[in-house]
C-alpha cells in the first residue's frame, strides 16, 4: 500500500544488519491515523471472509489488532510473551525463536478465546523469518481454527517468511515489502 | 463509569489472592467497542487539558493508550518492559517491580517521544499498588513532561495506589473502583 510505504520512506531509518525502524509512527510511538488507515487496509482485503477474530501478538501487535478489529466488529485476542499467573485454566503454547531478543519464548493463549469455529485473520507489524506467525499458525493449528489470511504491515522480502508462507497456500497480505535496503538508508519496495 | 463496572459484573472472574480477571473483555481478548468506550471517557475528562501525548506501558495499555489517542488526535507513546536492539540512542529508563510476574524490570523510553513542551495524559487497565505508574512518572520527571492526569480502567481501591498518588496531588481518573472483593466472586465498587 502506498500509504505506508510514503510513510516508511519519510520516517523509517535504516540501522546496519537489515533493521527498519518505524518506531516513530508504528512500534513505540504509534500515529494512530495511520493506525487506522492499516486497520481498514486489512478489513477491505478480508471482509468477506468471514473473519470471527483477530489474532496477534504482544507487544507491538495489539495496536495493529485492534485497529483491524474496530472495523471487522469482532474481538481482537493477542497470545502472551511471558508466563503471567493471571492466566489460567487451559491454555495454548507454543515456542517462538525471537531473532530481536536473541532467545526463545513461549507464547501462550487461553483456549476460551480461540476454537474450531473460528475463522482467524493473524496480523503483526514486522514478517521477516516468519518464527512470530508460525507460533500463531501453530496455536490456530492446535485449536481447529480457520486462518483466512495473515496480514502485516510491513515484510522483509529479503528474509524467506513471507515466501515461505505463501508456498504452504497461506494467503499473505503485506501492505509494504521492502525487497532491499542499503545501509545509507535506501529502501526499495516490491512492486505491486 | 457504570459502563465499565457493568462489564466487570457480568464478565470479571473473582480469584483468590485478590486477582480480578478481566481477560474475556480487556487484557487477552479485547471487545473493541468497550475499548473504544474507555478512551472516549478518558477523553471527555481530559479534553481541555492540553494533552499532545498519550503514555502508556506494554503490554496491556497499548490498546487503551491507543483508544484514548484516537479521540484526542495526539500520537500515543508506550514504554517497553524488554531491551530490545531495536530501540537505539538516548532512552529514559526506570526500574518497577512487578506484582503480576513477581520480579523487577526496565522500562525504557526513547527521549525522541517526549520532551519538556509535553503535557501527558498516563492510561494503563490497572492500579493496584502502582509501581507501573510510578516508572511511568519517573520518566515524565525525566523528560521535564507536565503530567496532566493519570487515567485508569480498573483501580484496586483496596490497595495504596490510587490514595498515594491522589495525595502527591495528581489527578486520577479511575473508570471503575474496586473497593472489596470475596472469594465467593462477589465485587463492590466505589460509588461515585
Known amino acids: 500500500m502506498k500509504f505506508l510505504e510514503d510513510r516508511i520512506r519519510r520516517d523509517g531509518q535504516v540501522r546496519p544488519g537489515n533493521i527498519l525502524k518505524v518506531d516513530s509512527f508504528l512500534n513505540h510511538q504509534i500515529d494512530v491515523d495511520l493506525l487506522d488507515q492499516i486497520g481498514k487496509a486489512f478489513y477491505d482485503e478480508y471482509k468477506d471472509a468471514g473473519i470471527t477474530r483477530i489474532l496477534t501478538i504482544e507487544a507491538s501487535g495489539i495496536a495493529i489488532g485492534c485497529a483491524a478489529a474496530r472495523y471487522f466488529h469482532v474481538p481482537v485476542v493477542f497470545a502472551k ?55 500463531l499458525l501453530d496455536v490456530c493449528g492446535q485449536a481447529g481454527a480457520k486462518v483466512a489470511g495473515i496480514g502485516i504491515c510491513i515484510e522483509k522480502g529479503f528474509q524467506e517468511g513471507g515466501k515461505i508462507l505463501r508456498s504452504e497456500g497461506y494467503k499473505v497480505t503485506s501492505l509494504a515489502i521492502v525487497d532491499h535496503m542499503t545501509d545509507d538508508g535506501q529502501i526499495t519496495f516490491r512492486e505491486e
Open 81 to 135: 510473551k511471558a508466563k503471567s499467573r493471571n492466566i489460567d485454566g487451559d491454555v495454548y503454547t507454543s515456542t517462538v525463536h525471537s531473532f530481536t531478543y536473541g532467545k526463545d519464548y513461549q507464547i501462550t493463549l487461553s483456549k476460551k478465546y480461540l476454537g474450531p469455529d473460528d475463522t482467524v485473520l493473524l496480523v503483526d507489524d514486522f514478517l521477516a523469518v516468519g518464527k512470530a506467525m508460525r507460533g
